[in-house]
C-alpha cells in the first residue's frame, strides 16, 4: 500500500525537535519521547509523553495560522478528535496543544479529557473495526469460492 506525505507533513518532521526544544524551554516541562501507543486495535503516536499524566502534540503551522491562533487564543477545533484519540489511547488525563513556526511566539493550549467525546470516538473505533472485519471475511470467502 502506498503511503502519503505532504510538504507540510515533511516540514512538521523536520522542525518537530525544535518545536519540542522550544516547549520545554517555555513550559519548563521534560518532554519524554514515545512511539506508538495502542489500546486495543486503535493506536496512536503522541509528539511527547509529558510527567506521569499529559501529552504533547506539536504542529508546525505556516506563520498566518500561527498568528491566526495566537489572536483567538483557544483550543484549535480542528484538532480535538486527534488530541482526544490520543488521550483516550495513552490513558492521559491533558494534552498540550504547541503550534510553533520559528522565529515567532509558540502557541501552547491545554485541553483535559472530554469523556463524552472519547466515548463516541471509541465507539466510531469499534464500528470501524466491526465494518473492516465484516469486509475482510466477505473478501476472504470470494477467495475461497474462487478457488473451489
Not at 131 to 144: C, H, K, P, T
Request: glycine residues 8%; negative net charge.
Amino acid at each position: 500500500m502506498e503511503s502519503f506525505t505532504s510538504p507540510h507533513m515533511e516540514r512538521g518532521k523536520l522542525m518537530e525537535e525544535e518545536a519540542r526544544s522550544a516547549y520545554s524551554f517555555v513550559t519548563g516541562l521534560e518532554c519524554e519521547d514515545v512511539g506508538f501507543l495502542r489500546r486495543g486495535r486503535a493506536g496512536a503516536s503522541p509528539d511527547a509523553l509529558i510527567g506521569e499524566d499529559g501529552l504533547l502534540e506539536i504542529k508546525t503551522k505556516l506563520p498566518h495560522l500561527l498568528i491566526e491562533a495566537l489572536l483567538k487564543g483557544e483550543f484549535p477545533p480542528e484538532h480535538k478528535a486527534q488530541c482526544q484519540g490520543q488521550l483516550w489511547i495513552a490513558g492521559r488525563d491533558w494534552i498540550d496543544l504547541a503550534i510553533y513556526w520559528p522565529g515567532l511566539p509558540i502557541f501552547i493550549c491545554r485541553a483535559g479529557r472530554d469523556e463524552a467525546f472519547i466515548r463516541e470516538l471509541s465507539d466510531a473505533v469499534d464500528s470501524f473495526n466491526d465494518e473492516l472485519d465484516r469486509i475482510v471475511a466477505q473478501v476472504a470467502a470470494y477467495g475461497q469460492m474462487e478457488a473451489a
